[in-house]
């Protein structure tokens, strides 16, 4: 059976476990990182060398990183559903899973992270960048998703996993944020879904 490392309010491993539910994969989960700790321990190095979670392994065959994990669950016979075969439909949802990893999930963790250490005081201006910058992200999605119901296209596509985890931490956090229609009816939908809601019963936690 498939196994997957990682506390399951891990934002990262959400995104995996999400992805299991809507493809219909059973798992295995097994609780490391956060309080349960174990990310140094020499056998779990021997499989992720980066130390930090998700990981999988499949019939032997171990992977690490979560968007490269959803792409492989995705690509096997169950998964066609979430990643379009048209070259260029499948690049955009490669698009967006880059662009999430690289800039939404950075602005909500910078942001997330200072509101910790009981921003705005005492670091007023990086405040003041920090949620700047994830309203600008967020903002970058409302425009996209006032054009289309999902953010690759017509349809629910493995791109909206991590957009919707990184959504779920924007919408926890303790901080104004400016209205978004098209953001907020997008999250409605895709947190309705039952595979989202089989994975989601505990807060999620940044680390
Ligand atoms: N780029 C990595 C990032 C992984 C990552 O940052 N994982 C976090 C959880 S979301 C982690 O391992 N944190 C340490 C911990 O939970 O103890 C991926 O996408 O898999």
């Known amino acids: 059976m498939l196994k997957i490392w990682g506390r399951d309010n891990a934002p990262n491993v959400r995104k995996v476990l999400w992805a299991c539910e ?13 309080r349960f700790g174990g990310l140094n321990d020499p056998g779990y190095r021997a499989l992720n060398p980066n130390g930090l979670i998700p990981t999988m392994e499949d019939d032997g ?10 792409r492989y669950l995705a690509s096997g016979p169950r998964g066609p559903a979430l990643l379009p075969e048209d070259r260029g439909a499948r690049a955009l ?3 967006w899973m880059d662009w999430q990893a690289i800039h939404q ?48 296209g017509d ?5 909206d996993i991590p957009l919707a985890i990184g959504a779920a931490r924007w919408f926890d956090l303790p901080v104004e944020r400016p209205p978004s229609t098209a953001l907020a009816g997008w999250f409605k939908a895709v947190s309705a879904r039952p ?10 936690a940044g680390a």
């Open 61 to 70: 065959f171990v992977l690490w990183e979560a968007h490269a994990i959803l």
């Open 155 to 159: 349809a629910f596509t493995l791109a």
């Open 195 to 204: 595979a989202y809601k089989a994975v989601s019963a505990t807060p999620l």
């Open 93 to 95: 949802v490669d698009q």
């Open 22 to 34: 809507e493809i219909g994969l059973a798992y295995q989960r097994i609780d490391i990182g956060g």
């Open 105 to 152: 999930a950075a602005a909500v963790r910078d942001l997330g992270r200072l509101l910790r250490l009981g921003a705005p005081a005492p670091n007023a201006e990086r405040f003041s960048a920090a949620r700047a910058e994830a309203e600008r992200v967020f903002e970058l999605i409302e425009v996209q998703l006032a054009q289309r119901p999902y953010i690759a």
